[in-house]
DNA sequence: TGGAATGTTCGGCT
DNA sequence: AAGCCGAACATTCC
């Protein structure tokens, strides 16, 4: 499941082959990976100078000298170099040298292009490096749940499922406890917690849960270091209590009863 | 065997 | 406004 830790993993592998190519040609094997307009999206990339790649939240950017292709590999998007296309192959982007597999067993990921000057629309800040001023007026005073807002996209921009859960314990704190109800110690802790999460993931790779690789199709490691995602009734690593999965704005929830109190 | 679970985002509804 | 819910999709797991 690619969160920023991921798509920053790949952005960092593809940057340098493809800054400075050409896009010779974009076939979608699926309609779907292009929203639903293969032919339009195609035009618009063919013949396409890359001049780098940047990412926003879980957004990889792939600027063109018009435009940007903005890619969101949603829960099981790959992008892969120099690889033949499999059987769950989307999309093949074929450069002047090399090209990039954009495989996708479930079909959410999806491929569209911005115009110059444009970036995706209803995202807040990222989240790697994100300031404590801006962090905490992000979140202050906010009724929601912590953890349905550090998923919401436009409060922050990056963080998913593993590693909402895996901050919020390395806080210390509850998965409902609401934002506004924080003090500033512990929106101070939240904040180091999710730097501390994002630079460690980042280091290791990402996290491989089921099929994540990065572009040269090789897993992360931080799975091996998740302190409380896929664990419940497992004990905590800190306190040894059973670790506990309830829901939370639909979403599988994981955190210590005891480390985690409300 | 089939129904639920998996996780991300969006749109519709309240 | 903000939150809840289902839909999009395919595979895995009981």
């Known amino acids: 499941m690619p969160e920023l830790p991921e798509v920053e993993t790949i952005r960092r592998s593809l940057e340098p082959r493809l800054t400075d190519r050409r896009i010779v040609s974009a076939r979608f094997l699926s309609p779907l990976a292009a929203g639903g307009h293969p032919e339009e999206l195609s035009a618009q990339l063919c013949g396409e100078r890359i001049t780098g790649l940047d990412r926003l939240g879980k957004h990889l950017l792939i600027r063109l000298a018009n435009g940007t292709l903005d890619i969101h590999l949603r829960m099981t998007g790959k992008l892969l170099w120099n690889v033949p296309p499999g059987f769950y192959a989307r999309a093949v982007l074929s450069l002047d040298q090399g090209h990039v597999v954009f495989d996708d067993i479930r079909q959410f990921g999806r491929m569209r292009w911005l115009p110059p000057g444009i970036d995706p629309p209803n995202l807040g800040p990222d989240a790697l490096g994100l300031d404590f001023g801006t962090f905490s007026a992000r979140l202050g005073g906010r009724r929601g749940s912590l953890k349905a807002l550090l998923l919401n996209q436009s409060v922050v921009a990056g963080l998913g499922n593993i590693y909402v859960d895996e901050a919020l314990f390395c806080a210390r704190i509850h998965p409902l406890c609401a934002a506004a109800h924080l003090g500033r110690r512990r929106l101070r802790r939240l904040h180091q917690a999710v730097a501390d999460v994002l630079a460690d993931a980042l280091a290791a790779g990402g996290s491989s849960i089921s099929d994540y690789v990065n572009a040269e199709g090789a897993p992360g490691s931080f799975q091996l270091r ?32 005891r480390c985690q109190r409300r």
């Open 226 to 257: 998740h302190q409380v995602y896929g664990r419940a009734g497992e004990p905590c690593l800190c306190c040894g209590a059973p670790l506990r999965r309830i829901f939370v704005a639909q979403r599988g929830t994981h955190f210590c009863p």
